[in-house]
């Protein structure tokens, strides 16, 4: 069965970092893009981040442009999002995908909360 579990969420003063991850099992990670967005209480889920399935590509929403950074390792089924320079607007429960034409699967969530 496809499994995305995403870990890696806390609460951070503003100007902090944090490692988001996202763990894939039951389907061949490789071959799927890969995809992190984030929902803020009152918001629509919003795509911050994506990489291509052999990472050779990324692209960012303009937001979190020079402080995220998006990364995958293929041979252990992971992805990453590593987010510096937080600020309490990147408040939300952050969500990973994985989307191959028709095919899209989705983790629970992890809540990442930025606050002094």
């Known amino acids: 069965q496809a499994q995305l579990v995403e870990s890696g969420g806390g609460l951070v003063q503003p100007g902090g970092s944090l490692r988001l991850s996202c763990a894939a099992s039951?389907?061949?990670?490789?071959?799927?893009?890969l995809r992190w967005y984030r929902q803020s209480p009152g918001k629509e889920r919003e795509l911050v981040a994506g990489?291509?399935?052999?990472?050779?590509?990324?692209s960012y929403t303009d937001s979190v442009k020079g402080r995220f950074t998006i990364s995958r390792d293929n041979a252990k089924n992971m992805g990453y999002l590593q987010m510096n320079s937080l600020k309490p607007e990147d408040t939300a429960v952050y969500y990973c995908n994985a989307v191959m034409f028709q095919r899209n699967y989705w983790g629970q969530g992890t809540q990442v909360t930025v606050s002094s």
């Open positions: 039951g389907f061949t990670f490789s071959t799927y893009a």
């Open positions: 990489v291509s399935s052999f990472g050779s590509s990324s």
